[in-house]
């Protein structure tokens, strides 16, 4: 990596301050850990505020000096903000101080890390602060020396290798993060909790799928006796045999008992009424079906006779 031109005192360079989107470990000045998170929509009310502020500029110190030690020398100030929604990044114009011109030209610091102010939902909605830092925890913000101002020659494979597992494990923790949100977890909830929680979940769906099984098998049950004590044909020694078959395949095997159940009597009054009128060939059939003996007879029958109704 080289200077195209030395950085001057009050020399203006375009930086990345912040991501747009994605969610990031980080910890409060107070200590306390939680999970910032980003979107467009929060760095546009960045901007917003920052204009209804009066665009005051916004200090720019090394390694946060300011927040950590009151040390507010500047290395620059942050003179403009917009968002780049295409590149999904809040961007910044830094105009650089004397020192920060030298920290920058004798390649002393690489990136910058932003001090923001966040809603209780964890999005950021004011830039307080910026810091020429080398150990930024946004890491996917490009280095300051990316800007055009400098030419940087091509990364080591060591160097790839540490930027490709540094991506991973931002990967992992975003994906940890929305486990946690679809399992109601807590922000502070451990991988074992998350274990723990997919079993528990597990176990619950199976337990489900057990019941709604065994609810089925039981409906089916009672549709099948009552279907078999309906026909009142059926030997009490069958009836078992006969509801297993009904169970396997119940369109079948209710057709054959609704032809065997026992047809209403006509009583007859007079002898008129006694006179046993002609056949027809569907009742022909009909007689030929029901003098068969044993199922299985009665579905071949109906089987070569389709058209037949019973």
Same mark, same amino acid.
């Given at each position: 990596? +080289? ?8 020399? +203006? ?71 780049? +929604? ?135 049950? +009672? ?88």
């Amino acid at each position: 990596m +080289e200077l195209k031109e030395p950085l001057s005192t009050g020399q +203006e360079i375009e930086i990345e301050i912040m991501p747009c989107e994605g969610q990031y470990a980080a910890t409060t000045i107070d200590g306390n850990d939680f999970v910032e998170k980003f979107s467009v929509e929060s760095a546009n009310k960045i901007v917003d505020n920052w204009k209804a502020d009066g665009s005051k500029p916004i200090l720019c110190d090394v390694d946060h000096s300011s927040v950590d030690t009151n040390k507010t020398q500047a290395a620059g100030w942050v003179t403009n903000l917009w968002v780049d +929604e295409s590149a999904k990044r809040l961007m910044g114009t830094l105009q650089v101080s004397e020192s920060g011109a030298e920290a920058l030209n004798g390649l002393e610091y690489r990136y910058v890390s932003p001090v923001l102010l966040f809603t209780e939902d964890n999005f950021p909605y004011y830039l307080d602060s910026i810091a020429l830092t080398n150990t930024p925890r946004l890491q996917e913000l490009r280095p300051v020396y990316n800007s055009k101002n400098f030419t940087v020659e091509n990364e080591t494979e060591e160097e790839l290798e540490e930027k490709n597992v540094n991506i991973n494990e931002q990967k992992e923790f975003e994906l940890m993060n929305e486990l946690k949100q679809i399992l109601g977890l807590p922000e502070e909830a451990t991988e074992e909790d998350i274990r723990n929680s997919v079993a528990e979940l597990v176990e619950k769906v199976k337990s489900v799928a057990e019941e709604e099984a065994k609810a089925e098998a039981e409906r089916l049950q +009672e549709e099948a006796e009552e279907a078999v004590n309906e026909c009142g044909e059926i030997d009490e020694d069958k009836k078992e045999e006969v509801v297993n078959c009904y169970k396997q395949n119940p369109a079948l095997v209710k057709s054959v008992l609704n032809a065997f159940k026992k047809q209403p009597v006509k009583m007859v009054v007079n002898a008129q009424d006694a006179v046993k009128p002609e056949l027809t060939d569907a009742e022909k059939l009909k007689r030929e079906y029901a003098a068969l003996k044993g199922g299985k007879d009665k579905v071949d029958f109906l089987k070569a006779h389709p058209s037949i109704t019973l």
